[in-house]
């Protein structure tokens, strides 16, 4: 598995090692061991979530104030832009964001520490996306940024307008939001 740290360097993605042949691939998709080595702690797992979207839906850019979730996130069917934003205030990439094209023919995952935003826009017609979480949903303790906030600047990768849900649509800017210590 290769590691790579983006913009920001707690935010890796993570690249498997893919055996094929003309019978299809094999690679291992999640390894314990590995995993808590390449994030320097022990991560413990404790729900996995599976969502399917079509093109143009924008999920996110969602984060949990307590009880925080640490992701990893892949896609098995299509494409996705995926972010993570940092929203601790007393780190020196507070406020930046990172992102990664993730998709079933990459096989890239990416890993999206506790205090971090995270949303994703769909650029195929459809993806399936799949996660895993460090600590369990908490609809409580549930937040949102919204997805255009010029503060941000994320340059997601679409000219027309994303689908969005209800909460997503009237998320606050990362100026009234919520924010991790």
């Not at 003309?22 to 314990?32: A, K, L, V």
Request: overall charge negative; cysteine-free.
């Amino acid at each position: 598995m290769k590691v790579t740290a983006l913009d920001i360097a707690d935010v890796l993605l993570l690249e498997p090692t893919v055996h094929g042949d003309e019978r299809g691939f094999f690679f291992e998709s999640f390894n314990q061991a590995r995993f808590d080595a390449a994030v320097g702690r022990n991560v413990t797992f404790v729900q996995d979530n599976h969502s399917r979207s079509s093109r143009g839906v924008l999920r996110g850019l969602h984060y949990q104030i307590r009880q925080p979730q640490g992701k990893l996130v892949r896609v098995v069917e299509g494409e996705v832009f995926d972010v993570a934003v940092d929203l601790r205030k007393s780190s020196p990439t507070f406020g930046r964001w990172a992102s990664a094209l993730l998709s079933a023919e990459n096989k890239r995952q990416l890993w999206v520490p506790e205090g971090f935003a995270h949303g994703f826009l769909v650029l195929s017609d459809t993806a399936q996306f799949l996660y895993k979480t460090t600590d369990f949903y908490s609809p409580e303790h549930e937040r949102a940024l919204i997805w255009n906030d010029p503060t941000l600047g994320i340059r997601w990768p679409s000219d027309t307008p994303p689908v969005l849900s209800q909460k997503d649509a009237v998320a606050p800017t990362l100026e009234a939001a919520d924010l991790f210590d």
